[in-house]
């Protein structure tokens, strides 16, 4: 058993080392959404997304979000969401369907890759994916603006007001933010521990485990699921990768927990830290659970009803 003074300076290094993997990507990232929006090009670039966005309820600036977090991830796309928010005000809903899309549709590049290394076809996940972020978030924008629930501004406690647009305030409300942002981390990391150490992550495994087997996650695939679903669909995918490899999963059932954890993953960590930057919970957890809950069922009908050959042509190639 790891002392607290241990536990404790293991978990500051690790949240360091993290941080400054992280500070690499969102200082070019802020200074880039500063130039941009200085000489008009968050604007104009905008327009490009208005037509999708404006079905959801969003501004078109907010596209640029969308597009950092699909290539640099959810702390990429916090960042620059971050930098716009003081031109771009938002209400809670907004907010929330913004930040849905980021822990539905981030890193395609690396986790696609993933997808794809563990015999789920590329292009057809990739589709899924994007697909399923848009309807969510459509979904989420007829909700609340149909019932006109959460429609006042958001407003972020830890994040600086904006004062004025000199180069100087904004340097200082970016060191603001950048501050918070590694305390946030470091706490994320204290409770991600901590769930391992009090055993809550198997807990939580053996609890979801049934609702896994009926969306077609099989008896061996449902802890790996646990893990993505959890932790991330990097180290979810990963153990799927691996035992698939091994011939220890129906392919279907591989298909099927690839599907989920595109739809639910890294439930702990990512959608913590989005809760802290202001998305509400009823869209960031408790729809998505739903609306995978939903999807997934949906899944299982089709998949179990496909031939095999169509299955293994277009769908699915065993990894080897």
């Known amino acids: 058993m790891l002392s607290i003074y241990n536990f404790l300076k293991i978990t500051f290094i690790e949240s360091t080392k993290l941080y400054w993997d992280l500070l690499k990507i969102m200082l070019p990232v802020m200074l880039i959404v500063r130039i941009g929006t200085e000489f008009g090009l968050v604007a104009q670039i905008g327009k490009i997304f208005a037509p999708l966005l404006g079905l959801i309820g969003l501004p078109a600036e907010m596209g640029l979000v969308w597009a950092a977090s699909a290539i640099l991830g959810v702390y990429g796309a916090a960042i620059m969401l971050f930098g716009m928010l003081p031109d771009f005000p938002l209400s809670v809903a907004q907010i929330t369907i913004i930040c849905s899309i980021i822990l539905m549709c981030h890193s395609l590049p690396i986790e696609q890759r993933i997808v794809q290394k563990a015999g789920v076809s590329f292009t057809l996940s990739t589709i899924f994916r994007l697909g399923a972020t848009f ?72 609890i979801i485990s049934p609702a896994l087997r009926l969306m077609g996650i099989g008896e061996n695939s449902a802890p790996l699921a646990m893990v993505g679903v959890l932790l991330g669909l990097t180290y979810g995918g ?83």
């Open 135 to 206: 309807l969510y978030a459509w979904i989420l924008y007829k909700i609340y603006d149909g019932f006109e629930i959460l429609q006042e501004i958001a407003v972020i406690a830890w994040l600086p007001e904006a004062s004025d647009d000199s180069w100087l305030s904004w340097l200082q409300e970016s060191a603001i933010t950048l501050f918070w942002i590694f305390w946030i981390i470091l706490a994320l990391l204290l409770l991600l521990r901590l769930m391992d150490i009090l055993k809550i992550t198997k807990m939580l495994t053996r």
């Open 238 to 320: 990963g153990l799927i990768i691996k035992q698939a490899r091994a011939g220890h999963l129906k392919s279907r059932s591989v298909f099927l927990t690839m599907a989920f954890m595109i739809l639910s993953h890294s439930m702990i960590e990512d959608t913590l830290f989005i809760y802290a930057i202001g998305g509400d919970l009823s869209g960031i957890l408790i729809g998505r659970i739903i609306f995978t809950f939903v999807i997934m069922i949906i899944l299982v009908f089709i998949i179990w009803r496909i031939p095999d050959p169509f299955f293994y042509k277009w769908l699915y190639k065993k990894p080897h």
